[in-house]
């Protein structure tokens, strides 16, 4: 018998169509590619078998299911990018509004709406009373303190601005007191010291203030002495 009688004759396994994968004659599907085995024809599976084997030893091996290996990791990346290319389309479909503007995550500004312009309406103007003519009131005259009169009976203090004899005449010391009154001191009057018994008579005393007492007097004594430095506090009984 020869060499090439004895290799024909050698009985050959039975292999997967696609992938050249080492099958069972029961099996219905390979279980490397997953490809359904054609059993509906018991021969055509064998004869695919022998033809691959026949023609291509070497495709019984390690290559087909290599390539197979190579289809479906390429298959596999390729849905994997589609599947991430949804994903980001999705993500940037998603908007935040806020305002009159609506911004999208893909950097994109939209155009915000037209202002609708409003017209303003003029009113108008509503007829305005005249005021009334304002009257000038007339303006107040500050009148002059009054002579101030020592009361009655009263004993107490004062500030004693000058003394002048009553042969001057009572209009003198009248006119002192009031000097007194146009220099800044309020409450001026004049005494005749012939009915006060702590005076030495025969004098008009020009004063300011009614204390009762010496302590109150001398609080006003630096006031007086301003207009009247010989000003000095005195004692008035009647």
């Known amino acids: 018998m ?14 997967c169509p696609r992938c050249g994968a080492a099958v069972e004659r029961t099996q219905e599907y390979c279980l490397d590619c997953g490809l359904r085995l054609p059993h509906d024809d018991p021969g055509a599976f064998e004869r695919a078998s022998l033809g691959l084997a026949e023609r291509h030893p070497w495709t019984s091996g390690w290559l087909l299911p290599a390539l197979f290996g190579l ?9 994997a990018i589609a599947i991430s290319n949804t994903g980001e389309t999705e993500a940037a479909i998603s908007t935040a509004t806020g305002g009159s503007l609506t911004v999208t995550e893909t950097g994109e500004t939209l155009t915000p709406p ?43 203090w004062t500030i ?30 004049v005494l005749d010291s012939s009915r006060f018994a702590s005076l030495h008579p025969g004098y008009f005393v020009v004063f300011t203030g009614v204390f009762d007492s010496q302590a109150e007097a001398a609080s006003a004594l630096q006031r007086a002495r301003a207009a009247f430095p010989t000003a000095y506090q005195r004692e008035i009984v009647p």
Do not use: I, M
Not at 2 to 15: C, D, I, M, R, Y
Not at 160 to 165: E, G, K, M, R, Y
């Open 2 to 15: 020869s060499e090439s009688e004895t290799h024909v004759e050698e009985p050959v396994g039975l292999a």
């Open 114 to 156: 037209e202002p609708t312009l409003t017209t303003p309406t003029t009113t108008a103007p509503s007829a305005t009373t005249a005021p009334p003519p304002a009257t000038t009131a007339p303006p107040a005259t500050t009148a002059p303190p009054a002579t101030l009169s020592w009361p009655q009976d009263r004993r107490g």
């Open 160 to 189: 004693v601005l000058l003394s002048l004899p009553q042969n001057a005449g009572r209009a003198a010391a009248d006119e002192r007191a009031a000097e007194a009154r146009r220099r800044g001191l309020r409450s001026v009057g």
């Open 71 to 79: 289809v479906v990791a390429v298959l596999g990346t390729a849905v």
